[in-house]
């Protein structure tokens, strides 16, 4: 919708109250989403959005992390997540370079707020994406 600028307005002169300016503005007003006007949902004005929670059409999502390259071996070892809280899936991606098939093993029951233990069937580049429901 193209809109007609009224002003500069300067109190106490012209131009007077305008029934055609202030219906401009109300049906504007109307266009705008509940995302815009909800204040647990902030924009940094480059396209960022940080929200308290996502609601899917089947469940939601609080927390979402990337960590990772990681050195990942034989032994059961300890890694940071980046979370900030116990996550409820770990998706652990091996990286790209290795000619055979590889294994990456998350131990979902040492999980902590802050680590998480994965071990390789060999000396791996691990990723990892951390998420909370």
Same mark, same amino acid.
């Given at each position: 919708?193209?809109?007609? /600028?009224?002003?500069? @307005?300067?109190?106490?002169?012209?131009?007077?109250?305008?029934s055609? @300016?202030?219906?401009?503005?109300?049906? @504007?007003l109307?266009?705008?989403?509940?995302?815009?006007? !909800?204040?647990?949902? &902030?924009?940094?004005?480059?396209?960022?959005?940080?929200?308290?929670? &996502?609601?899917? $059409?089947?469940?939601?999502? $609080?927390?979402?992390a990337?960590? +990772?390259?990681?050195?990942?071996?034989?032994? &059961?070892? @300890?890694?940071? %997540? +980046?979370l900030?809280?116990?996550?409820?899936?770990?998706?652990?991606?091996?990286?790209?370079?290795?000619?055979?098939? %590889?294994?990456?093993?998350?131990?979902?029951?040492?999980?902590?707020?802050?680590?998480?233990?994965? /071990? +390789? !069937?060999?000396?791996? $580049?691990?990723?990892? &994406?951390?998420?909370?429901?």
């Open positions: 919708m193209g809109y007609v /600028q009224y002003g500069p @307005f300067v109190n106490g002169s012209s131009p007077g109250l305008s055609s @300016f202030f219906n401009q503005v109300e049906a @504007f109307t266009t705008l989403n509940s995302a815009s006007t !909800d204040a647990n949902i &902030l924009s940094d004005g480059n396209g960022a959005l940080t929200i308290a929670k &996502l609601l899917l $059409t089947a469940g939601t999502m $609080t927390r979402i990337k960590a +990772g390259p990681l050195s990942v071996t034989t032994t &059961l070892t @300890f890694f940071n %997540h +980046g900030g809280a116990i996550p409820d899936f770990v998706i652990p991606v091996i990286a790209a370079g290795s000619t055979s098939a %590889h294994n990456c093993y998350v131990d979902f029951g040492t999980m902590t707020t802050t680590q998480v233990k994965l /071990q +390789g !069937d060999g000396s791996l $580049t691990v990723y990892i &994406l951390s998420i909370k429901f």
